[in-house]
């Protein structure tokens, strides 16, 4: 200590007491650099690339990117992350529109990977960790997935294990322990790295780096065996079967004006189902019991339009089966519906259901005046009605599950149709405004999830693809091309048996929060009241 002198004034130390100037802690670049590293992981795991072992590396690169950093630079780094990992998987979002409604989606979704990273170097010091973490993670999922305009979850995840040994676990918990397995996998490798480097400056810590590797090796060895007792590959497995045609009668051009022929577009489903009758006719395909068509397959209102309604009754008739159309209907009032309609080859339309979902900013636009400053796109949107009935229609003797596009993404509504009795799920999808990206393989795989998740057959009809038919073990059985026209023909069987994420339903989702948000109070608030004390 210094020593007071009668004067007041305070003597300089001796050499031997004099505490030495700490030195410039230079760690950002390297924890900057190792955040985007985890982002770019995560991106290359997802469809397009495909190399979905790398999602773990994700979770892993931020757990040790913001260890034992304050909750700003924790902000920070999980910003870099979302940054480098949401840039490049939502570039298709402006391949027709422009750059500004991209740059300005991925900023936004990027923010919730900023709120994951403070929290993440809140609960960083917190013994068990690694399992706060990876329930950190599911937390950000469920938040980024409702809120706000009914939220946006692409890039959970989940999505990118379409492939991988954590896909079965989608049957236990959905995607959110899909999800929550990829997350705690990557944060015990985090923990293995961290005891590594304890044990290399003599502090102990082999053995904890041990225990991490194990856990991480067994994560997916649980998801491995959770396989075992699931629905296989057979599509005719389960239950009473019906044959299920699928039509992908692509479209004259891609973009935002795809269907500025929508006439060419409805001709082209037509022309295809009646195409598939010539080959039942001559016995080169079996006769189907009911039809899918794809969202947007007749733009043109069929109540309205007394040519379009020919044009679906010709095809219908002439396959002699029901048609399940897309189409956009005019109504109620100044709005418009994106509609499935059953098609009767002898009564006509039928049962219907309207999305329930519609994409802000695509298909509806809340306070146009506010986005219209920053894009005049924004007023080529027409508005869309939300539908309010579950989607579950009876064609052609099938117990048919339909959500439209995007909504294939959102637990809920895929879970809806599914406690309504769907005995398959339909996937009725316009991809054909994104041209030839990596979206239509994004969304397929999220197709592929729900099929394990709900043990039951997926059929996805696209209008320029990707169409497929997915078994109830993720499997594809059948998969067209982009831009292309392509018929598939299936015997599917109407299954009613139900999963363990069927009956937990979002429970193990909301378990999951609970943990991370507990941990962070548990870590955030001594620390607060900490803070407070020496302020006083």
């Excluded at 230079?26 to 469809?47: D, E, I, K, M, N």
Aim: aromatic share 8%; proline share 6%; glycine share 12%.
């Amino acid at each position: 200590m210094p020593a007071v002198v009668a004067t007041g004034t305070v003597e300089s130390a001796t050499p031997s007491t004099r505490a030495e100037p700490a030195a410039p802690r230079r760690r950002w670049p390297w924890r900057t650099a190792l955040a985007a590293a985890g982002g770019l992981a995560l991106y290359l795991a997802f469809p397009g690339h495909d190399l979905w072992a790398l999602a773990v590396l994700g979770p892993a690169a931020l757990a040790l990117a913001v260890r034992g950093q304050r909750v700003r630079g924790g902000v920070w780094l999980g910003l870099v992350l979302g940054l480098v990992f949401l840039l490049p998987l939502l570039s298709w979002t402006g391949i027709y529109v422009g750059s500004f409604p991209w740059l300005a989606l991925a900023v936004v979704e990027a923010l919730y990977f900023a709120v994951l990273g403070g929290a993440l170097a809140v609960t960083s010091r917190l013994p068990g960790w690694p399992l706060w973490s990876a329930a950190l993670w599911v937390g950000a999922e469920a938040l980024r997935g409702r809120w706000p305009l009914g939220g946006f979850p692409w890039g959970r995840l989940g999505f990118s294990q379409a492939d991988g040994p954590f896909t079965s676990l989608a049957a236990y918990g959905g995607v959110p322990l899909v999800s929550f397995a990829v997350a705690l996998t990557g944060t015990l490798l985090a923990a293995a790295v961290v005891g590594l480097h304890r044990a290399r400056r003599r502090r102990g810590g082999r053995r904890a780096a041990a225990l991490a590797l194990v856990g991480a090796l067994a994560v997916p060895l649980v998801g491995l065996l959770a396989e075992l007792p699931l629905a296989g590959a057979s599509l005719t497995a389960g239950g009473p079967t019906r044959t299920v045609a699928v039509i992908q009668g692509n479209v004259p051009r891609a973009g935002l004006d795809f269907n500025a022929q929508r006439r060419a577009v409805l001709d082209n489903h037509a022309d295809q189902t009646i195409e598939l009758a010539a080959a039942v006719a001559r016995g080169d395909a079996a006769q189907p019991d009911l039809v899918i068509w794809p969202e947007n397959s007749s733009d043109i209102d069929p109540y309205t339009n007394a040519d379009a309604a020919r044009v679906i009754t010709r095809a219908a008739v002439s396959i002699d089966a029901p048609i399940l159309v897309g189409a956009v209907v005019q109504g109620p009032g100044e709005f418009v519906s994106n509609t499935a309609i059953v098609w009767d080859p002898v009564t006509g339309p039928g049962d219907t259901y309207v999305k329930r979902h519609p994409v802000p900013l695509a298909e509806y636009v809340p306070a146009r005046a506010f986005f219209r400053f920053f894009s005049p796109l924004v007023d080529r949107v027409t508005d869309f009605v939300h539908g309010t009935e579950v989607g579950v229609l009876d064609v052609g003797g099938a117990r048919v599950g339909d959500v439209i596009c995007f909504e294939v993404a959102y637990d809920g509504l895929v879970a809806d149709v599914v406690d309504a009795g769907a005995g398959m799920i339909v996937v009725q999808t316009n991809n054909a405004t994104f041209g030839y990206t990596d979206e239509s393989a994004q969304q397929l795989a999220m197709s592929r999830l729900r099929a394990v998740e709900y043990g039951r057959t997926v059929v996805v009809a696209a209008t320029s693809g990707i169409s497929a038919v997915v078994a109830p073990d993720g499997s594809l059985v059948q998969r067209s091309e982009l831009f292309t026209a392509d018929t598939f023909v299936e015997e599917i069987a109407q299954r009613d048996s139900s999963t363990v994420a069927e009956r937990l339903g979002a429970g193990p989702e909301w378990v999951l929060t609970a943990l991370g948000v507990g941990a962070v109070l548990a870590a955030g608030v001594p620390a607060l009241a900490r803070r407070r004390a020496v302020g006083r």
